[in-house]
């Protein structure tokens, strides 16, 4: 059974652009998660999905967005890309939810210029 | 205050011994609780999962949940080098079963030294 797929692997970009990064779940998992990593302020929760309905979203600002297909499929979005965007970004999948195991994709690090 | 504090670290302890990693949560209607083990350049995996205070064993690890002093531990017991990683403590914000936020700590560094 296929993994957690990120892509792409690696982005720059430069400040005031904006990216687009998509996670494909395993297959049957209908929940995705999406976090944000950086050293100084470790994992931090940006939304979660379900059956392309957002259930819960984080503290973060409205220039990161995302959505979910119906293949499960998601994507998140930031726009006007700011230097502190600059993180590891890792999907989240699971069957139903967040109270179960998530499986993390490999992540797309994301380099602000 | 954090939702979700631990000690950053890094713990060391020499291999063979039992390494004992802390996490507290500020939320108290928190239902479900897990440690991730995450080696550098990886990402987390899922070791350990709790849902009612007590013990729970999994081979050599432990986890620990006491709901009122809202506190959760790992122990690994046997500690060996290839267990040398950031130890990431989760805890779901709402009480509804599938809908909260899963709320990571900073992590651990564990160093296990042969």
């Known amino acids: 059974k296929a993994g957690v797929t990120q892509t792409p692997r690696y982005l720059i970009k430069t400040r005031g652009q904006q990216v687009t990064l998509s996670c494909s779940p395993i297959?049957?998992?209908?929940?995705v998660s999406w976090y944000q990593q950086t050293p100084g302020q470790g994992l931090q929760f940006l939304f979660e999905?379900?059956?392309?309905?957002?259930?819960n979203k984080g503290n973060f600002p409205g220039r990161f967005s995302g959505r979910q297909f119906s293949n499960s499929r998601s994507e998140m979005n930031v726009s006007t890309l700011e230097l502190g965007d600059s993180a590891l970004y890792l999907c989240?999948?699971?069957?139903?939810?967040?109270?179960?195991?998530?499986?993390f994709g490999s992540g797309t690090q994301l380099s602000v210029l | 205050q954090k939702e979700v504090e631990q000690n950053s670290g890094p713990l060391s302890v020499p291999e063979g011994a039992i390494a004992s990693l802390n996490c507290t949560y500020s939320?108290?209607?928190?239902?479900?609780f897990f440690w991730y083990r995450q080696y550098s350049g990886k990402s987390p995996e899922l070791i350990m999962s709790?849902?009612?205070?007590g013990d729970k064993e999994d081979g050599r690890f432990t986890a620990q949940l006491n709901k009122a002093s809202q506190y959760v531990s790992l122990l690994i017991r046997d500690s060996q080098p290839s267990d040398s990683a950031t130890y990431l403590c989760?805890?779901?914000?709402?009480?509804?079963?599938?809908?909260?936020?899963?709320?990571f700590g900073q992590g651990t560094t564990l160093q296990v030294k042969p």
């Open positions: 989240a999948s699971s069957i139903r939810g967040p109270n179960e195991k998530l499986f």
């Open positions: 297959s049957g998992h209908r929940s």
């Open positions: 999905y379900f059956s392309e309905t957002q259930r």
């Open positions: 939320d108290r209607v928190s239902q479900s």
């Open positions: 709790i849902y009612s205070n």
């Open positions: 989760a805890v779901t914000s709402q009480r509804s079963s599938n809908t909260g936020k899963l709320i």
